[in-house]
């Protein structure tokens, strides 16, 4: 069972950048497929992207494609949120989230385990 908690959210103008880490611990790193999701108040939670354990990766296209890039170092068992051009409506806690195995899956029920969300508020 890997253990994941997020870091690096915060306030940020519309147009900032914000990066946000996720640290995983009490597995092997390496064989997982790692996301990230977000959920607004009111909202269901929102694939937003998924980087394999070989490397490949997957955005969503609708909402983030070409401004959110997803990176992981397995040396350092982090994964990474890079989130530029922002939008207020990116504003949403925003969730790592870890299952075995390469298939980049975006729905919720395919992860088995999940950090505690990091708040990003971007402001108009």
């Known amino acids: 069972q890997v253990q994941l908690v997020e870091s690096g959210g915060g306030l940020v103008p519309a147009g900032g950048s914000l990066r946000l880490s996720c640290a995983a611990s009490?597995?092997?790193?390496?064989?997982?497929?790692l996301g990230w999701f977000r959920q607004a108040p009111g909202k269901e939670r929102e694939f937003v992207a998924a980087?394999?354990?070989?490397?490949?990766?997957?955005t969503n296209p609708d909402s983030v494609k070409g401004r959110f890039t997803i990176s992981r170092d397995n040396a350092k068992n982090t994964v990474y949120l890079q989130m530029n051009n922002l939008k207020p409506e990116d504003t949403a806690v925003y969730y790592c989230?870890?299952?075995?195995?390469?298939?980049?899956?975006?729905?919720?029920?395919?992860?088995?385990?999940w950090g505690q969300g990091t708040q990003v508020t971007v402001s108009s």
């Open positions: 980087m394999a354990y070989y490397g490949g990766s997957a």
């Open positions: 009490g597995g092997t790193f390496s064989t997982y497929t």
């Open positions: 989230a870890a299952r075995r195995g390469g298939a980049m899956v975006s729905a919720r029920g395919g992860y088995d385990n």
